[in-house]
Structures are given as structure tokens and as C-alpha cells.
């Protein structure tokens, strides 16, 4: 017998604040956490936006880990992770006497201290390098950090697959926790925001200049971000016993990867990764009342992502936003802050919103409910969360309210 999962612990830093609650108010009102670029020298782009994360001060959060010895975004995935053990009330010695890891997602790991080690130049253009610097590299660290921070004493598991890896993650802890792997789990993500995927994403022509607007008729593409953010999952049963809050229940997961194309989403292994998901959960088309979109704002993006929708619900499309239109793309995090803001969904009774929406694009069809400008109040039983990656790398989410 498969235990249920549910979520009583959530953690958010992002460029919108630090804490879920503070997060999840600003995303309900349509508020934007983009701003100039701050964390590496602009010269020579022609867009210098970005979902930085400002006035980080990790030493305020974090109780054990020494913040000197640890990139960004371990220290983003540490602080999310310490945030969500304390959102759940669950006593922190609990945790670490238990079986009790982390599975965390990212597409670049430590991309500033990689962008430190080689971007470091002497006279006569040899590069040099910074000894401390080096441990603090492999991406393998962000999940590290979490065990580290709270002394965790099961697996520490960090994956890579790109921009769905925090719904991987989430998925994965799912499975640790319902099948008594783990007595508790922490799934999330982190990246930080670097030059050379800013630079790379602008050579793709994914880039927007200023402003992220999903599913407008004038979307020009992606904001990069950082952030870390952390759901902390344990039995149903054990969190109904310590009289746990609980968010959500995560009712299953769907995962595929198509590998068709490098960058370019494909709509057939979208609607099979959809259906995958529902059928994990137990659920159908019609019992889904939102979806929170991939939703990057690029013309490609949006246009596969609804049609691939349009295959698995028809005319019944529930309403669909994204909040990449707000913090930008978090790349390793995004699908976990969306699963943050499911949570909160289900849990204060709200539909997040799509900010920057002036026009709906018509080529995208009728019936299309991106939750314009702010959020809606509503009473959402079960949700959808996608997390879609470069290399047909696809997995979602499905999340329900626990009556």
C-alpha cells in the first residue's frame, strides 16, 4: 500500500521576496520582481533585465552551513530548504534523527562560480584560478547544502534535467516518501543568473527586452531569474497525527522525454506527458481546475504548450497563467515555485495570475483563460503544474486539496 504525500512546509527566495507567503501574496497581485541587471557587468547587451534576487543575506536564514564556503544557488536551495522546515513546524531534530533527504533541480548548478574560475584573467590574458572556489562547483552541492544545512542523514540528490528539474525532484521525493523510502522529503531547485545564459538565450532570440508577457499577442520571450525554493512532503498520515497545516496533496506525476529537437517543444510528447500525470493521479481532464504553465513567454513556447493542452482537454481548457510573467525564468527552480503556487492555490483559494497581458494572442484560440493582470479568487480542487525543458525533457505535477 502506497502511502498519500502531502506538502506542510514551503520555502521561497525569490526576486518577488524571501518566504513563501511573502512570495505567494505578490504573485497573487500581479507585482513584478524584475529590475536591472546588478550581478555581472551589461556592456554590450541590448537587454539588461532580469529576476535578480536582491538583498540576499543567507546568514539571517541559514544555522549551519558557513555562507563562504558554498556558491548561490547552493546557498538559494539551503535557505528555500531551512524556510520550508520551519513553514512546516515540524520539530528540526525530528527530521535529522529520521530518514530525511533532498531532491533538488537545476539547469546550470553553480553557473557564478564556474563564471568566477574563468572569467578570472592576469597580465598577459592567462587565466587564474581561485583555489577556494573550486569545491564549490559541482552542481551536485545545491542539494549538499540542503543536507548540510539541516543535517540531514538520507540521500542528497541533485538533477539536472534543465528547466522541468524541480518537478523531477518533486516527483522523485513523492515516490521516497509513499513507498516508506524516507520518512520525510525536501524537493525544489535553484540556479542563479549568469552572463553566459543570458548571452545564450539572447543569441537564441528567446530573449525579451523588458517585460515577460505570456500568451500576448506581442510576447517577444524569456527573462532569465534566480531563486531557490524548497516544499517540504511527508505522509498524510504522520502530518494529521503532529496536527500539521497541509497545502496540498501531491496525487502523482507524469515524466517523458522526447529528445526531438535541441530547444524546440514538441506538442505530441507534451499531451502524452499530460496524460501520463493525470493517469498517476488518478485523475481526468475534467477533474483539473488550473494549470500553472511552463508559460516562458517565448512565441514557440506558448503556441505548443496551449495546442498540446488543447489535445488533452479539448474545449474544456481550465484556465492556464504563468508566473514567469512576474519573477521571470528561475530556469531550475521555475517548475517548483510553480508548485509552491499550486500549494498556495489550493490552500488560500486563488488562481495566480499572467501579468503584462494586453492582448491575448487570437492564434492561440478561443476560450484561452490566462487569469490576466492579478489574481482571481476561486476554490481550485486539483491542479496542474508543467515543467517542459531543452531536450524534450517534459514532467508534471498534479496537486489536490486534502478536505
Sequence with gaps: MSE???????????????????????????????????????????????????????????????????????LFAASAARLAVEDSGIDPDRISAEVTGSAMGTTFGESAVIEALTGQS?????KALDPALVPQAPAGRIAAAVNAEL???GEAHTIATACSASNYALGYAYDMIRTG???FMLAGGADSVNRWSHAGFYRLGALAESVCRPFDAGRTGILTAEGGVALFLETLGGAVARGARVYAEVLGYGVNCDAKHPVAPDPTSIAACVRAAHQ?????????????????????????EVAAMRTVFGDALPPISSIKSMIGHTMGAASGFGALICCMALHEGFLP?????????PALGDGLDCVPGTGRAASPRIVQNNGFAFGGNNAITVLGRVA
Excluded: K, Q
Aim: with cysteine.
Design 4 to 74: 498519500r504525500v502531502v506538502v506542510t512546509g514551503l520555502g521561497a527566495v525569490s526576486s518577488l521576496g524571501t518566504g513563501a507567503h511573502v512570495f505567494a501574496r505578490a504573485v497573487r497581485e500581479g507585482r513584478s520582481g524584475v529590475s536591472p541587471i546588478r550581478s555581472f557587468d551589461t556592456t554590450g547587451f541590448p537587454y539588461t533585465y532580469a529576476g535578480e534576487v536582491g538583498d540576499f543575506e543567507p546568514e539571517r536564514i541559514l544555522h549551519r552551513l558557513d555562507t563562504g564556503g558554498w556558491g548561490r544557488s547552493a
Design 122 to 126: 592576469v597580465e598577459g590574458g592567462m
Design 151 to 153: 543535517a540531514l542523514t
Design 181 to 183: 523510502e524516507a520518512a
Design 280 to 304: 498517476d493521479a488518478g485523475v481526468r481532464p475534467a477533474d483539473i481546475d488550473y494549470i500553472c504553465a511552463h508559460g516562458t513567454g517565448t512565441p514557440t513556447n506558448d503556441a505548443t
Design 353 to 361: 495570475p499572467t501579468a503584462n497581458v494586453t492582448e491575448p494572442d
